[in-house]
């Protein structure tokens, strides 16, 4: 099973509103990374937040994380049309190298 | 400075066949990693190359296999193909091979099997 998994599946805002995220996971991590995957294209890096941080801010992005839950959230405030894509969550699956495992993925759609 | 490039962008094969995708890095950086993202699906780890050696492999069978070239391009092979191998192939570059070095995606390569 995944690591991460993302809730809601899809959402779907009017512009200007604010869309949150969620993502769960199941064992330790040193650190959690947000991307975003528009249609048919690569993934997009947002944001990364380690294990010793709760929240990190990066423009209209808020990431916090609760390692006593084993969840995180990414709020973008004031979104636009242009934030229609998938987002996902990544945690390291281990302490070496770069396998990172993604879950599922929320759908955003923000309408104007 | 040109991003991460992979080609082609698609393929068809049909069952059975064997397929090579490229991937070229952003200059400098010394990292690739390859994804399979089934549609719908997050991406999955296949592998990781760093300065020229596997760091990691994912939960794949020994069909697929991958190497690093001394500039640091990369390629994946797929052998004996079969239909649950469509998907879409993501490769990454980073600068460093760290957990915490951001990656950079290319577009990536879709893969039908018919």
């Known amino acids: 099973s995944q690591q991460g998994e993302e809730d809601p599946q899809a959402l779907s805002i009017q512009e200007g509103e604010n869309a949150t995220m969620n993502c769960s996971y199941k064992?330790?991590?040193?650190?959690l990374q947000w991307y975003r995957q528009n249609s048919g294209r690569g993934l997009v890096h947002l944001i990364l937040?380690?294990?010793?941080?709760r929240e990190k801010h990066s423009g209209r992005l808020r990431v916090t994380l609760d390692t006593s839950k084993k969840s995180s959230s990414l709020l973008i405030t004031a979104s636009r049309a242009a934030d229609t894509a998938s987002y996902f969550c990544?945690?390291?699956?281990?302490?070496?190298?770069?396998?990172?495992?993604f879950g599922p993925g929320t759908r955003l759609s923000v309408l104007p | 400075d040109a991003g991460v490039t992979q080609s082609p962008t698609h393929l068809i094969k049909t069952r059975g066949q064997q397929v090579t995708l490229r991937c070229s890095p952003i200059?400098?950086?010394?990292?690739v990693s390859w994804y399979q993202q089934v549609l719908g699906q997050g991406p999955q780890f296949i592998f990781q190359?760093?300065?020229?050696?596997?760091?990691g492999r994912g939960n794949f069978p020994d069909r697929f296999s991958a190497r690093q070239f001394p500039n640091y391009s990369s390629e994946l092979n797929v052998n004996a193909l079969l239909l649950g191998d469509s998907a879409l192939y993501l490769c990454?570059?980073?600068?460093?091979?760290?957990?915490?070095?951001?990656?950079?995606f290319g577009d990536g390569t879709r893969l039908s099997i018919l």
């Open positions: 937040i380690r294990s010793n941080e």
């Open positions: 200059s400098g950086h010394k990292s």
């Open positions: 990454a570059s980073s600068l460093g091979g760290n957990r915490e070095t951001p990656q950079h």
């Open positions: 190359y760093y300065e020229k050696e596997e760091r």
């Open positions: 064992t330790s991590i040193n650190n």
């Open positions: 990544a945690t390291d699956a281990n302490n070496y190298g770069q396998n990172f495992v």
